[in-house]
């Protein structure tokens, strides 16, 4: 099942994104009078073709891109008639515009999803934290405030507001990206019987952290144990195949004891589960005002180098909307748009810095992920709702965007830097010159997607 909902959601994902990228090309074309011969998604033998007008719109077997066709003298003949709508005949800067049209629609388009989802509104957990883990950053950090506080709320990083835990994973990425060795907190002791009182700033250290370590919690390293509402263990999916679904758990029930012992929090249940991986428990469930007994197998998976266990069933976080630990952040049309703005510039800069790094060495190539892992990752997003699946593809987006300006030939940024060298020469660079750029730009891209492939497939097989 998980498999249907990768193909389905890498599908809609690359589906989506290939064609703003190609449309970007097409637009910009017909602007300048440039006849488009063939619109295609994906590569390969057409499964799929309609003409409308002159150009000829298709679906490629191989999903993996997309291309617009020009008419082009230097491909084929050209009517005398229709010379002056040939791409090659176009001046230098009308060509640049239409080659770059395609990876600025992406950043353009990345930025107008992040205003989307700003409207829409995000819902999180608010960052509030129990006492630190012992001899971790945090409690370092923290050893001279007041220790009678059970909880505190983390409102702001390095003067930016932050509402949820994922900001907060964020904030703690772009610092480590940026070589930053600490970052200022900004916390107020957090009372759930009253009210906030006096904050507290802080200075986290973070040279504790790798940013190698891609399958690293970099919170929890810190000494975030994050604080939660208690809800009760009412179920709201089972996953298929899982323990629960072939106990026959189901979506509405209420599991209320394991082994004679009544529990009443799903925290409660998720710790007890975890500590026992392949052992068999007796639990006992309410359905439709009716009790029932059922042995259940908890399945061994393996997490952060030990195995836990699994139970494969998801607590009814719609408790979570009526708590004061729950947020959901919505902004008005134009705070959207400014706030997606100020999200694409930092992704954008973040990003850049990643591919310096990568470049020189100073981190590893395992960062990059390739197609089995973006049709994972959309799957999983697909199934997590609309907000979940269209933040993958503003940053998918802004991601295919950078990488298209990359100044490697085959890309649009190779073509883009040969354009650059006929503005200043005023004459296109050689055949011979664009023959050596295309083999080495060949030669990259096929190392790249064989390093991103191994780096899939080790992900996948050490889960």
Do not use: C
């Given at each position: ?10 599908s809609?994902l690359i ?7 190609e449309w970007?090309h097409?637009?910009?074309?017909r ?5 488009v011969?063939?619109?295609?998604v ?5 499964i799929y073709?309609t ?24 491909v ?5 008639h229709?010379?002056a709508?040939?791409f090659n005949q ?7 515009a ?7 629609i992406?950043l353009?388009?990345a930025w107008?999803?992040f205003a989307v989802?700003?409207m ?6 608010k960052?509030?934290f129990?006492a630190?883990?012992e001899s ?13 506080h059970?909880a505190?709320w983390?409102v ?8 949820s ?11 480590l990206?940026h ?7 900004l ?15 802080i200075?986290?250290?973070l040279?504790?952290?790798?940013l190698?370590?891609v399958?690293s919690n970099?919170l ?5 144990k ?8 009412w179920?709201d999916?089972?996953i298929?195949?899982s ?9 509405g029930?209420?599991i209320?004891a394991?082994?004679g012992?009544?529990?009443?929090d799903?925290q409660?249940?998720v710790?007890f589960?975890?500590a026992h991986?392949n052992?068999?428990h007796l639990i ?7 009790q029932y007994d059922?042995?259940i197998?908890f ?5 952060a180098?030990?195995q ?18 729950y ?14 703005w ?5 992704l954008?800069n973040?990003?850049?810095v990643?591919?310096?790094k990568?470049?020189v060495g100073?981190?590893g ?6 197609p ?20 993958l593809?503003?940053?998918?987006s ?11 030939p085959m890309l ?8 650059l060298?006929?503005?200043i ?6 055949e011979r010159?664009?023959?050596i ?10 190392g790249?997607?064989?390093?991103a492939?191994?780096?899939d497939l ?6």
């Open positions: 099942m998980s498999i249907l909902w990768a193909v389905l959601g890498f809609l589906g989506v994104l290939v064609t703003i990228h970007g097409f637009a910009v074309a602007l300048f009078n440039v006849k011969l063939t619109f295609s994906g590569f390969g033998r057409a073709k003409k409308r007008g002159e150009t000829e719109y298709q679906i490629g077997l191989i999903p993996l891109g997309g291309y617009v066709k020009f008419l082009d003298e230097r084929e003949s050209v009517a005398e229709e010379k709508r040939a176009q001046s230098v800067y009308k060509r640049f239409i080659v770059l049209a395609g990876p600025l992406n353009l388009f107008f999803l989802i700003n829409l509104g995000v819902s999180s957990l960052p509030i129990e630190p883990t971790s950053p945090l409690a370092s950090a923290m050893v001279d405030l007041d220790n009678n059970q505190w983390l702001e990083i390095d003067q930016q507001a932050v509402s835990w994922p900001q907060v994973q964020q904030a703690v990425l772009q610092g990206v070589d930053k060795t600490n970052l200022s907190l916390l107020h002791p957090f009372d759930t019987e009253s009210t906030l009182v006096q904050p507290q700033r200075e986290l250290n040279s504790g952290l790798d190698n370590n399958k970099w929890s390293e810190l000494g975030f994050p604080k939660a509402p208690s809800l009760e263990p179920i999916e089972v298929t195949g323990p629960a679904f072939k106990a026959g758990l189901q979506s029930d209420r209320s394991v082994n012992q009544v529990v009443n799903w409660a249940l710790t589960v975890r991986p052992e068999s006992t469930f309410e359905r439709n005002q009716a059922v042995m197998t399945e061994a998976v393996e997490q180098g030990e836990i266990g699994r139970l494969g069933a998801s607590v009814d976080q719609t408790q979570l909307q009526h708590s004061e630990f947020t959901i952040q919505r902004f008005g049309l134009f705070a959207a748009f400014e706030q997606g100020h999200q694409s510039v930092k954008l973040m990003t850049l990643m591919f310096k990568m470049l100073e981190v190539l395992a960062h990059l992920s390739g089995l892992s973006i049709a994972d990752f959309s799957g999983q997003a697909l199934q997590s709702g609309l907000i979940s699946f269209l933040s593809m503003a940053l998918l802004l991601s295919l965007g950078i990488l298209n300006l990359l100044p490697i649009d940024g190779g073509h883009l830097m040969y354009y060298v006929e503005m020469r005023g004459r296109p660079v050689s010159v664009e023959e750029g295309y083999r080495i730009g060949l030669m990259l891209i096929v790249l997607t064989i390093l492939f191994t780096n080790v992900r996948i097989t050490n889960g």
